[in-house]
């Protein structure tokens, strides 16, 4: 493969290109950005003043683009190259836009609200190398930007507390606080949840001991090559559950994701699309059945399905307390043919049979 040139030009380490002198194995790192210049900017930067055994170039993809964006970003940053996409085509459709744009064989994805740590390129590349060809895919570690506080049991809920697994609840502070672990990757539960592992973890805590079942897209290591043999991202999950998705495609084609918990982002978290948006719940109620319709066993699915008509049942019961609104869970039982129809023909075409599928469930899902 040729290198595409107009990337960065990395200085090389004395001693070689390192572990991946194997045939100059290029990373593309890509970022979508989405009416968040200032924000889409510093992770651009991060990724610049990386020094790297690897030649590298940025792709940056700017959804509802226009022509003085597109300048702009040219001007700045001349050696980046920018894909200009005049819709929102979401997370999975900029992902898919980047790697057409790519020309790297490993893909590195950092969200635009995200800052790469000093030697996150280089760490991350390090542990896909030593993960071996089927080694599809590591999950870097993203921390939360600013510092947090535990809220005291008996306090009224601020809007903008974050909830862990456990419930406890914690709050951003203005000054010092502790700095909180944002994921070190995506678990799975036998509902077809996913979650980010290590979810409000202070940093200096044990760490979680849930298996890893995928990466998360703000912060990952991909080979393009496995990527490609699974389909590569589904542009229609717009948002949410996309990375689980290909992690789940990946698993089941026999293909296993690793950690490279030194390869530190700090995530600047909700900064994109809020946390608990309406779209947000939307998206992850309706992708979560499409996801699992696609790749799960018959009895997660069965699950998946009780778990939302409960869940429609109980939003309609006790409006003050709903997840979704009337009119969202309209929206959601007219899609939902169609979704199911999609997942069903997709997952023919993947060809797995309910054995593998049962023994992914098995070997990479928790039990909550």
């Known amino acids: 493969m040729t290198p595409r040139k107009a990337g960065l030009t990395?200085?090389?380490?004395?001693?070689?290109?390192?572990?991946?002198?194997?045939?100059?194995?290029?990373?593309?790192?890509?970022?979508?950005?989405?009416?968040?210049?200032?924000?889409?900017?510093?992770?651009?930067?991060?990724?610049?003043?990386?020094?790297?055994?690897?030649?590298?170039?940025?792709?940056?993809?700017?959804?509802?683009?226009?022509?003085?964006?597109?300048?702009?970003y040219r001007a700045d940053h001349p050696g980046i190259v920018v894909v200009?996409?005049?819709?929102?085509?979401?997370?999975?459709?900029?992902?898919?836009?980047?790697?057409?744009?790519?020309?790297?064989?490993?893909?590195?994805?950092?969200?635009?609200?995200?800052?790469?740590?000093?030697?996150?390129?280089?760490?991350?590349?390090?542990?896909?190398?030593?993960?071996?060809?089927?080694?599809?895919?590591?999950?870097?570690?993203?921390?939360?930007?600013?510092?947090?506080?535990?809220?005291?049991?008996?306090?009224?809920?601020?809007?903008d507390d974050l909830v862990a697994v456990d419930g406890r609840r914690w709050r951003r502070t203005e000054t010092g606080g502790q700095t909180l672990v944002n994921g070190t990757g995506v678990v799975l539960d036998r509902n077809g949840n996913g979650h980010d592992r290590d979810w409000l973890r202070p940093i200096d805590a044990a760490p979680e001991h849930a298996p890893l079942f995928g990466f998360s897209g703000g912060a990952a290591f991909l080979r393009r090559d496995a990527l490609a043999e699974v389909g590569g991202f589904d542009e229609s999950l717009f948002m949410y559950y996309e990375d689980l998705d290909v992690a789940w495609r990946l698993r089941l084609a026999g293909y296993t994701i690793g950690a490279a918990p030194d390869a530190v982002v700090v995530h600047r978290h909700a900064a994109s699309s809020g946390s608990d948006a309406p779209l947000v719940r939307f998206q992850s109620m309706r992708n979560r059945l499409a996801v699992t319709a696609r790749n799960g066993s018959g009895r997660m699915l069965a699950r998946v399905a009780a778990r939302t008509a409960v869940r429609l049942v109980r939003d309609l019961l006790r409006p003050g307390a709903a997840q979704l609104t009337p009119a969202a869970w309209r929206r959601l039982v007219l899609e939902a043919p169609s979704v199911l129809r999609r997942a069903r023909r997709l997952r023919r075409g993947d060809g797995h049979g309910s054995a593998v599928r049962r023994h992914v469930e098995a070997t990479a899902t928790t039990a909550a």
Do not use: M
């Not at 924000?39 to 055994?53: F, G, K, N, P, Y």
């Not at 819709?87 to 609200?113: H, K, M, Q």
């Not at 510092?147 to 008996?154: K, Y």
């Open 10 to 72: 990395i200085p090389t380490r004395p001693g070689g290109r390192g572990a991946w002198d194997t045939g100059g194995v290029d990373a593309s790192v890509i970022i979508i950005d989405w009416h968040q210049p200032a924000l889409t900017r510093r992770a651009i930067e991060s990724v610049l003043s990386q020094r790297v055994d690897a030649e590298t170039e940025v792709v940056l993809v700017v959804n509802e683009a226009d022509d003085a964006t597109i300048a702009s």
């Open 84 to 159: 200009p996409e005049p819709t929102n085509s979401g997370f999975a459709g900029g992902v898919a836009r980047g790697i057409r744009a790519a020309s790297g064989e490993v893909l590195v994805l950092l969200n635009n609200d995200a800052v790469a740590d000093h030697g996150f390129l280089d760490r991350g590349l390090a542990a896909l190398a030593a993960g071996g060809p089927r080694t599809a895919a590591v999950a870097a570690t993203a921390v939360l930007e600013g510092g947090f506080a535990p809220v005291p049991e008996g306090a009224a809920r601020a809007d």
